[in-house]
């Protein structure tokens, strides 16, 4: 089977903590892959190294079975991952061309910038994607004052206009209503729909249980154990998440 | 009663027009209208109070020939601040570059090699206080604080605290072409203050370096994550203080024909009040280089405006002051009500 992202031995170490050690991690194509773990397991180190935010102390990374030596932002971009962070990623005093194009601003090889295409193009994906009919919110809107909902919004609105094949979700549902969690757990179905991949973390069991083919279950910086969610209950997962908090293993 | 049947074809939309509006308008360039309005003001108080001084073009070739020296510098110093970064070693750059300068001549004899040789200086200057804020963490305050220091240091030393006359200098083309009088009456300082602001306003506004700066400046965790080198970027800024600090010591001092180891003392409040002045926020991530030419003028402009209108000396300081502090608070609350 040909997997679009696989991690093998893949430890990262900071100093004298092992945030993760001999991790194995592979996402099929077209499959929702749930991270889950408890604070502190692990799970956001996996995925900044997914993302090349940090490079693994040891171990391999393959992106289409291809190795990958030494993946960096621009690169996972480059190969159809996309991100939406934890932290959103966003910078709060500017305006939201600019947050859309936050590293990816469209320039000529001169590296002058295409201000009016930028905002053509932030304009058609705010009333096409993101749903902003309001007249009060445009390009030259400041983000930092939108609703933790539309900052989301605006992220994966940015995760997809640039066609990723694997899209990255941080604690997604964070700081979210429960409409707004809804919009988003429907947009990660959208994602399967559409054939791609995604990984999606979450405290929440109930929602990674609801749209992830596969769950993930990381701690203490080790996968603990992996389960197909249609061969599992999930009363029985949030028994064996339970467990791993309380012993360190499944079984 | 049938349910809606939504269209197969894509979704029409309305395409980006930028409509005008005043208030939008008002909105979005606030802190500069204010700036500038604080200058217009200013100005017209100065005529009022000193009607032959301010109607008459003598002052202000006066002003476009003493204010370019510091308000050059000001400019890129305006995007390092706008990155969240702060250089206070720039008036030790402006005579470490003379430092080259002289030698180079001493070597080679020729000026055009001189100007060149103090140039690199001021490019290396800058990229060693960029390594040591980006690569060694230092906080850019403390760093070039430190730096000033040095620099300062290493001019003394190395010129052995001597000063020198620049008169050779006459002879070569790099004279005229950087303090001479375009016409005969316009300051080639000004000219070259006009045309860096053109080239900084550019850089920041209209490419994907300044674009970087304005984000690394606002949240450099958001920056890096999503891919933008900040160590470079903000290296690169610090190179251009640096450059045209060099150049603004080279400026300085050919328009005096003579080489003082002081020379950019006395530049480092005045230069910082422009940047802070014209809007540029102290956290990052805001600022215009219209804002900063404004707050030059402003603060070039004072000394003498007060003179003129019959205030003694004593009185510039108090009214630097209390121009900085109202202008600063201006700026705060624009940026509020924008929100």
Redesign the interface.
């Known amino acids: 089977m040909n997997y679009c992202l696989e991690l093998k031995n893949v430890c990262k170490f900071f100093g004298e903590v092992r945030a993760l050690e001999d991790v194995n991690f592979r996402l099929g194509r077209n499959e929702v892959v749930g991270l889950l773990g408890d604070n502190g397991a692990g799970k956001s180190t996996l995925i900044k190294i997914i993302t090349?935010?940090h490079q693994p102390t040891s171990g391999e990374i393959y992106f289409d079975g291809q190795p990958v030596e030494h993946l960096?932002?621009?690169k996972a971009?480059q190969l159809g991952l996309e991100?939406v962070?934890q932290?959103?990623?966003?910078?709060?005093?500017?305006t939201l061309w600019?947050n859309i194009?936050?590293?990816?601003?469209l320039?000529n090889s001169w590296?002058?910038?295409d201000?009016n295409k930028m905002?053509?193009e932030?304009?058609?994906l705010m009333?096409?994607s993101m749903g902003f009919t309001s007249s009060a919110v445009s390009?030259?809107s400041?983000v930092?004052?939108f609703s933790g909902g539309e900052k989301q919004g605006v992220a994966i609105v940015r995760a997809l206009y640039f066609d990723a094949e694997i899209i990255v979700l941080d604690e997604p549902t964070m700081g979210l209503s429960l409409k707004e969690t809804e919009k988003l757990l429907n947009f990660v179905r959208g994602i399967r729909a559409a054939g791609k991949s995604a990984i999606f973390i979450d405290h929440n069991i109930f929602h990674v249980y609801n749209v992830a083919d596969r769950v993930v279950v990381i701690d203490r910086g080790r996968v603990a154990g992996e389960f197909q969610t249609k061969d599992i209950s999930l009363d029985d997962l949030m028994a064996k998440m339970i467990k791993v908090a309380e012993t360190g293993s499944l079984e | 009663m049938s349910s809606q049947v939504k269209p197969v074809t894509a979704?029409a939309?309305?395409?980006?027009k930028?409509t005008f509006s005043l208030g939008?308008f008002a909105r979005?360039y606030g802190s500069q209208l204010g700036i500038a309005g604080v200058f217009i003001a200013l100005w017209i108080f100065f005529i009022v109070g000193e009607p032959r001084t301010f109607l008459s073009s003598q002052i202000y070739f006066a002003f476009m020939s003493t204010i370019p020296f510091f308000a050059i510098m000001a400019l890129p110093l305006t995007m390092v601040v706008i990155a969240g970064e702060i250089d206070l070693s720039f008036p030790s750059i402006m005579a470490m570059g003379m430092i080259t300068f002289m030698t180079m001549h001493g070597l080679t004899g020729s000026v055009g090699l001189a100007f060149l040789g103090a140039l690199i200086t001021g490019l290396f200057i800058g990229w060693l206080n960029g390594i040591i804020v980006v690569k060694f963490g230092i906080p850019s305050l403390v760093a070039t604080i430190g730096t000033q220091f040095f620099w300062r240091g290493a001019v003394l030393v190395l010129g052995q605290g001597k000063s020198g006359s620049l008169v050779y200098t006459k002879a070569s083309l790099v004279h005229p072409v950087l303090v001479g009088k375009l016409f005969g009456i316009v300051p080639m300082q000004m000219i070259w203050l006009i045309v860096i602001a053109a080239a900084t306003w550019v850089l920041l506004n209209?490419?994907?370096?300044g674009?970087?700066i304005?984000?690394i400046g606002?949240?450099v965790?958001?920056?890096?994550?999503?891919?933008?080198n900040t160590g470079r970027t903000r290296i690169l800024a610090f190179m251009l203080v640096g450059i045209v600090s060099a150049f603004a010591g080279v400026v300085a001092s050919l328009h005096v024909t003579y080489f003082w180891p002081s020379l950019g003392d006395g530049q480092l409040l005045r230069t910082l009040a422009s940047v802070f002045l014209g809007g540029t926020s102290v956290f990052g991530?805001?600022g215009t280089i219209f804002g900063t030419f404004i707050g030059a003028f402003i603060i070039g402009s004072i000394e003498a405006g007060t003179v003129a209108i019959g205030l003694t000396g004593f009185w510039t300081q108090l009214i630097y002051g209390f121009i900085i502090v109202l202008s600063v608070i201006m700026h705060t609350y624009v940026r509020r009500r924008?929100?």
């Open positions: 090349g935010y960096t932002v621009p971009r991100t962070y932290e959103r990623a966003l910078a709060e005093l500017q600019r194009f936050l590293g990816r601003e320039s590296g002058f910038l201000v905002k053509e932030t304009h058609r009333t096409r390009p030259e400041k930092g004052k | 979704e939309y309305e395409p980006y930028e939008k979005t209209r490419h994907k370096f674009a970087h304005y984000l606002d949240n965790n958001s920056a890096e994550l999503m891919g933008i991530g805001v924008m929100e």
